[in-house]
Structures are given as structure tokens and as C-alpha cells.
């Protein structure tokens, strides 16, 4: 299973990013997409997250307002669009991926994924 990212980038405070994940390989079954952040010296922090199956999502409530998570399920890719993005949000995102993922969506934890990606930097300033 692989996980290619795109979109991240540089931008001021205010700004809008959007970033891509694209999972792929046969022995995936579509479960639970999205992302985590991290900062050096910090744990790797939940972000969004969508479950494929019903389209149900999880936000942190630091985002809840300004960052949308979406799919297209024929791409096998999942969207995140970032507005109104402010300084704290800047840091390494890592996309994740699992066929099952956190139980009934709540609180994501790094060890409910068993995919990632390379990681993709925001920097917001």
C-alpha cells in the first residue's frame, strides 16, 4: 500500500492550502483516511480524518471551521482543504491510512494506522 501527498507549501498568515493523498495497492480495503501534524519536539497530532464506507469525518477542534476533508472515492484520494490558516498550524503533515482505523472515529491515535506517507510541510508565517 502506498501513500503519495501533495500540496504543501508556504503561505501567510490567512492564507489556503490544499493537500492530497492518494492511497493505492491491492490489499487495501478503503477505510479511514487523513492526516496528523507534527512539530519537532511535539507528539504527532490528529488533524482530519474521513472514514470512506459513510463519509463520516473527525476534526481536531483546532481546525473545526477553517479545514474541510473530502474524498474521491474512484481516485482513492482524500482531500484536505486548509483556510484561514494561521501560524500554530505549521508543521510536517503526514497522511495516514487503514482499513479500519479508531473506533467509532474518535480521538485518532497514530497506532490506529498501519499506512503513511512521507510527509508534506506547511508553513504558515
Known amino acids: 500500500v502506498q501513500l503519495v501527498e501533495s500540496g504543501g507549501g508556504s503561505v501567510q498568515t490567512g492564507g489556503s492550502l490544499r493537500l492530497s493523498c492518494s492511497v493505492s495497492?491491492?490489499?487495501?480495503?478503503?477505510?479511514?483516511v487523513g492526516w496528523f501534524r507534527q512539530v519537532p519536539g511535539q507528539v504527532r497530532e490528529g488533524v482530519a480524518f474521513i472514514y470512506a464506507p459513510d463519509s463520516s469525518t473527525y476534526y481536531a477542534d483546532s481546525v473545526k471551521g477553517r479545514f474541510t476533508i473530502s474524498q474521491d472515492a474512484a481516485k482513492n484520494t482524500v482531500y484536505l482543504q486548509m483556510n484561514s490558516l494561521k501560524p500554530e498550524d505549521t508543521g510536517m503533515y503526514y497522511c495516514a491510512a487503514d482499513s479500519v482505523g479508531p473506533i467509532g472515529m474518535l480521538n485518532p491515535l497514530p497506532a490506529d494506522f498501519n499506512y503513511w506517507g512521507q510527509g508534506t510541510q506547511v508553513t504558515v508565517s
Open positions: 495497492g491491492d490489499s487495501y480495503i478503503p477505510g479511514c
